[in-house]
């Protein structure tokens, strides 16, 4: 390939990925941790630990009893079935209020049968989630803009292929450590990128789908099927086709009926989740979804139940999705890893942690690749770039840190308020804080500091989550509380992790180079008094 060639991929490379990745690391960070969405919701709820598993025979009466309390509810609510990580039956029902907003209410029944609600509850892993897709902007328009950086984080993974492939291949493993850190940083972030490039293909493609696959179809709505794209593929999107209340009261099939009726109808069904419309009238309506006990690709599953008769009006599986279900259903699985268990799981997580270090790495090696080795003072738009690299980066990292601190802070000061409301303020309060600190600092010395605050915030997650629940470490692993046991000692490993890179940063701000923006400003002027006294004495007169 011609030399100017490859220089416009290498061009191409490099600006896609600064503006690309700063987004990328949020959600890469944030997705390594939402693999485990489900399993979250027994560390972040502490009073649900120990609870068994309530019985589904408790799911009619706690409809009667909310709409006997709330009528209105009947337009649309739905059941939560128990798992082992969120052991209560809860219905969860949002209220329209005149002036367009909405309160989500939170019901399910006591020990004695008795109607309770629980609205100001924790949101830690649903939070973290929408990191994941908004990384942190506005969820109304945040999902698009991820959407697109997915689209031009995938123009990166080819242009870095045709660059770097031919020498990695020859040099995979060869991680060349030494004083040349920009040698080392260089091979990390190649090698990293080239061994997990299918799921980064996978990711990209699956992410932009997935955020703005309805604009991709804008052209053909409006070109080419005269507006009638979205009925064609309506039966891909939705279960059923949305109905209207008839005004016609209709008495509604018990709970254990529709539970029974769909079982019938797909009998591997695990049922989660049961939503339903128009409950009472004629043309009531009951979707229950879930997944299927298979080992296949998919495993999504919905049925869809005639809430007055108890017709079965669609049963969706994997065996007859249409093409395009299929497709969709298999990217959402490939890309959240819910085709394996807890080994893809960790598997997932290791891989979503590499990518944030493949975009933290490239905004370094950017950095150290415009550094002038032959003067202290250093271009401002490298020092800009550093420090918003490491502004956004541990930004994050503290913040979602401090996110799982706050939920436990809550539960220990129930007064205090909304949990979910306060966690998503510790967020962006840290977050900003962290973005003001590094340009306010040199950026060795904002690096320093940065990772010592989120080497604290880390391992202050197990410790107040042993003052929240009295358990501690050794005691969940001797329970076999096994997700609790993981989250805590992740976090421990983490910080240390984080403490090490925090000792790293600062020898390198003390014993690096000092023409580069990671030295620390008090030796850049030693180095210079240095110079200005050889330079006074050789010019000085000879006796």
Same mark, same amino acid.
């Not at 991709?216 to 209340?245: R, W």
């Not at 979602?400 to 510790?426: C, H, Y």
């Not at 040199?442 to 042993?466: D, K, Q, S």
């Given at each position: 390939?011609? =030399?100017?060639?490859?220089?416009?991929?290498?061009?191409?490379? =490099?600006?896609? %990925?600064?503006?690309?990745?700063?987004?990328?690391?949020?959600?890469?960070?944030?997705?390594?941790?939402?693999?485990?969405?489900?399993?979250?919701?027994?560390?972040?709820?502490?009073?649900?630990?120990?609870?068994?598993?309530?019985?589904?025979?408790?799911?009619?009466?706690?409809?009667? +009893?909310?709409? &006997?309390?709330?009528?209105?509810?009947?337009?649309?609510?739905?059941?939560?079935?128990?798992?082992?990580?969120?052991?209560?039956?809860? @219905?969860?029902?949002?209220?329209?209020?005149? /002036?367009?907003?909405?309160?989500?209410?939170?019901?399910?029944?006591?020990?004695?049968?008795?109607?309770?609600?629980?609205? #100001?509850?924790?949101?830690?892993?649903?939070?973290?989630?929408?990191?994941?897709?908004? +990384? %942190?902007?506005?969820?109304?328009?945040?999902?698009?803009?991820?959407?697109?950086?997915?689209?031009?984080?995938?123009?990166?993974?080819?242009?870095?292929?045709?660059?770097?492939?031919?020498?990695?291949?020859?040099?995979?493993?060869?991680?060349?450590?030494?004083?040349?850190?920009?040698?080392?940083?260089?091979?990390?972030?190649?090698?990293? !990128?080239?061994? $997990?490039?299918?799921?980064?293909?996978?990711?990209?493609?699956?992410?932009?789908?997935?955020?703005?696959?309805?604009?991709?179809?804008?052209?053909?709505?409006?070109?080419?099927?005269? *507006?009638?794209?979205?009925?064609?593929?309506?039966?891909?999107?939705?279960?059923?086709?949305?109905?209207? &209340?008839?005004?016609?009261?209709?008495?509604?099939?018990?709970?254990?009926?529709?539970?029974?009726?769909? #079982?019938?109808?797909?009998?591997?069904?695990?049922?989660?989740?049961?939503?339903?419309?128009?409950?009472?009238?004629?043309?009531?309506?009951?979707?229950?979804?879930?997944?299927?006990?298979?080992?296949?690709?998919?495993?999504?599953?919905?049925?869809?139940? /005639?809430?007055?008769? *108890?017709?079965?009006?669609?049963?969706?599986?994997?065996?007859?999705?249409?093409?395009?279900?299929?497709?969709?259903?298999?990217?959402?699985?490939?890309?959240?890893?819910?085709?394996?268990?807890?080994?893809?799981?960790?598997?997932?997580?290791?891989?979503?942690?590499?990518?944030?270090?493949?975009?933290?790495?490239?905004?370094?090696?950017?950095?150290?690749?415009?550094?002038?080795?032959?003067?202290?003072?250093?271009?401002?738009?490298?020092?800009?770039?550093?420090?918003?690299?490491?502004?956004?980066?541990?930004?994050?990292?503290?913040?979602?840190?401090?996110?799982?601190?706050?939920?436990?802070?809550?539960?220990?000061?129930? #007064?205090? !308020?909304?949990?979910?409301?306060?966690?998503?303020?510790?967020?962006?309060?840290?977050?900003?804080?962290?973005?003001?600190?590094?340009?306010?600092?040199?950026?060795?010395?904002?690096?320093?500091? @940065?990772?010592?605050?989120?080497?604290?915030?880390?391992?202050?997650?197990?410790?107040?989550?042993?003052?929240?629940?009295?358990?501690?470490?050794?005691?969940?692993?001797?329970? %076999?509380?096994?997700?609790?046991?993981?989250?805590?000692?992740?976090?421990?490993?983490? &910080?240390?992790?984080?403490?090490?890179?925090?000792?790293?940063?600062?020898?390198?701000?003390? #014993?690096?180079?000092?023409? $580069?923006?990671?030295?620390?400003?008090?030796?850049?002027?030693?180095?210079?008094?240095?110079?200005?006294?050889?330079? &006074?004495?050789?010019?000085?007169?000879?006796?």
């Amino acid at each position: 390939m011609k =030399t100017s060639t490859l220089r416009s991929f290498l061009q191409v490379h =490099t600006w896609v %990925g600064l503006i690309a990745g700063l987004g990328l690391f949020i959600a890469f960070y944030a997705g390594s941790i939402t693999v485990f969405t489900e399993q979250l919701h027994a560390w972040e709820q502490t009073e649900t630990r120990h609870a068994p598993i309530e019985s589904l025979q408790q799911g009619q009466a706690l409809i009667d +009893a909310v709409l &006997a309390a709330h009528p209105t509810a009947s337009e649309r609510f739905h059941l939560n079935l128990p798992t082992p990580h969120e052991p209560r039956l809860v @219905l969860e029902w949002d209220e329209k209020r005149k /002036d367009g907003t909405s309160l989500e209410h939170h019901f399910s029944l006591s020990a004695d049968g008795k109607l309770q609600e629980k609205n #100001q509850i924790s949101e830690l892993s649903h939070f973290i989630y929408r990191l994941h897709y908004t +990384a %942190g902007l506005p969820a109304s328009w945040g999902l698009y803009v991820l959407g697109i950086v997915c689209v031009l984080y995938g123009l990166a993974l080819v242009s870095g292929v045709v660059i770097y492939a031919p020498v990695m291949l020859k040099s995979l493993f060869a991680l060349r450590q030494g004083r040349n850190l920009k040698l080392f940083w260089q091979d990390a972030h190649n090698a990293i !990128g080239m061994l $997990s490039l299918p799921f980064h293909i996978i990711f990209a493609w699956s992410g932009a789908v997935l955020a703005i696959g309805t604009l991709m179809l804008a052209p053909f709505q409006f070109l080419v099927f005269d *507006g009638k794209l979205l009925d064609i593929i309506n039966e891909d999107l939705s279960l059923v086709a949305p109905v209207k &209340a008839s005004g016609k009261s209709a008495a509604l099939i018990s709970f254990d009926d529709a539970v029974a009726r769909v #079982q019938a109808a797909a009998p591997q069904i695990n049922i989660a989740h049961m939503y339903y419309h128009h409950a009472g009238d004629s043309n009531a309506r009951i979707e229950a979804y879930g997944e299927n006990q298979q080992r296949t690709l998919n495993t999504m599953a919905g049925v869809a139940v /005639d809430g007055s008769t *108890g017709k079965i009006l669609r049963v969706q599986q994997p065996e007859n999705f249409s093409i395009g279900t299929g497709f969709l259903r298999a990217l959402q699985t490939l890309h959240f890893g819910n085709y394996g268990h807890v080994a893809l799981q960790w598997l997932y997580f290791i891989l979503g942690l590499a990518g944030a270090f493949l975009f933290y790495s490239g905004n370094l090696l950017w950095v150290e690749a415009r550094r002038k080795r032959h003067q202290i003072a250093q271009p401002r738009n490298t020092k800009w770039m550093a420090q918003l690299t490491l502004g956004v980066c541990l930004g994050c990292i503290a913040g979602i840190s401090a996110v799982f601190v706050t939920n436990k802070f809550m539960q220990l000061s129930p #007064q205090a !308020g909304d949990p979910a409301l306060w966690e998503e303020r510790s967020y962006y309060a840290v977050f900003f804080i962290c973005m003001i600190w590094a340009f306010l600092r040199a950026p060795a010395r904002a690096g320093h500091e @940065l990772l010592l605050l989120c080497a604290a915030l880390t391992a202050a997650i197990p410790v107040i989550n042993y003052a929240a629940s009295g358990e501690h470490l050794l005691q969940n692993l001797w329970h %076999g509380q096994w997700v609790i046991f993981s989250v805590d000692t992740v976090a421990l490993i983490a &910080a240390y992790l984080y403490w090490r890179m925090a000792k790293a940063t600062l020898r390198r701000g003390q #014993q690096g180079d000092p023409n $580069s923006v990671w030295a620390l400003p008090q030796k850049q002027t030693q180095v210079q008094h240095a110079e200005a006294s050889v330079t &006074a004495s050789t010019a000085a007169p000879k006796a």
